[in-house]
């Protein structure tokens, strides 16, 4: 059978547009590996709109009932598939997975994006135990503490900001000496008097009891190195957005995310739309993931229902 949409990707971004297929009865095939997002490693969602505090966990357990309670016949889940190709066909896509191939008119990928990793010594076991990779998420947990951000670009910058509302202190620490950031958001987050900037400077390892205590740092320069006390690490060094699979097929920009139209969530291949973590939106947080999907989403219906 062709299908008239396939969503490929199982986050709030996915979810949303599979809760909205569902609810405008379009035939959808929902291909993901899992519904675990990035905020699954957190241990308090608290910007989740609507939603106190939740974990991640559980918030991704939530994203999949909700689809699978609106599915019915409308919408067929295939959990713990990955797409690894995509061909254009007559009348609309082939998609391949390691289980199955699925024909669609349509196609709106929400693979998301995975973070960066600091490795160094120390970072993956206290990784949730101090080591956070999201500011927006953890960032309350911190207050009144001395915190660290790794990074230099804009959402390092950014973050340092957030946390600079609640913790104590905020020192960001970047391998270079200049910034990826802007230069004006560079200039006002700096300025705070509890914020601190080191540059040139990489970190070697995280250390900690329980939980984090300090991250040591090597003088790119010198070679000295140096322990900064510390009860929370962000880390901010950028994103690799889960793309792979579409090279040469849509537009995609330096760094591997889809070049989508900010009014619609198209991308340069018609019939193919994007929304979320993996596009080059200028934020990405779990609310704007699931919002630009239900744009795509909306989209996407009036251009089926039109042909």
Not at 104 to 109: E, G, K, M, N, W
Not at 157 to 178: C, G, N
Request: with cysteine; hydrophobic share 40%; charged share 20%.
């Amino acid at each position: 059978m062709t299908y008239d949409l396939a969503i490929i990707g199982g986050g709030p971004a996915g979810v949303a547009a599979g809760v909205y297929a569902a609810r405008k009865q379009l035939k959808t095939v929902f291909i993901t590996s899992n519904f675990e997002g990035q905020s699954a490693v957190s241990e308090g969602v608290e910007n989740w709109i609507g939603t106190v505090k939740i974990h991640g966990i559980e918030l991704s357990e939530n994203l999949k009932k909700h689809l699978e309670a609106y599915a019915g016949n409308v919408v067929d889940v295939k959990n713990g598939e990955t797409a690894s190709e995509i061909s254009k066909i007559d009348g609309g896509f082939k998609i391949k997975t390691e289980k199955a191939e699925y024909e669609t008119r349509a196609i709106l990928i929400t693979t998301g994006s995975v973070r960066r990793k600091l490795e160094v010594p120390g970072a993956a076991e206290y990784e949730n135990k101090g080591l956070t990779y999201c500011a927006s998420c953890d960032g309350p947990l911190f207050a009144g503490q001395d915190c660290v951000v790794v990074g230099g670009g804009n959402a390092a910058f950014e973050s340092a900001a957030q946390l600079l509302a609640y913790a104590k202190s905020v020192t960001l620490i970047h391998r270079s000496e200049t910034f990826r950031a802007d230069p004006v958001t560079v200039a006002r987050v700096s300025a705070h008097p509890n914020m601190k900037v080191i540059t040139n400077v990489m970190p070697v390892e995280v250390k900690g009891d329980k939980f984090v205590t300090a991250i040591s740092y090597k003088n790119n320069a010198t070679g000295e190195v140096t322990d900064l006390p510390c009860a929370g690490i962000f880390i901010e060094i950028g994103l690799i957005p889960n793309t792979w699979f579409l090279k040469g097929l849509v537009e995609l920009n330096a760094t591997g995310q889809i070049v989508t139209d900010p009014r619609t969530q198209k991308t340069s291949l018609p019939g193919i739309w994007a929304a979320g973590d993996a596009t080059d939106g200028l934020y990405h947080q779990n609310n704007i993931a699931a919002g630009d999907a239900v744009r795509a989403l909306e989209d996407i219906y009036l251009e089926l229902m039109a042909k």
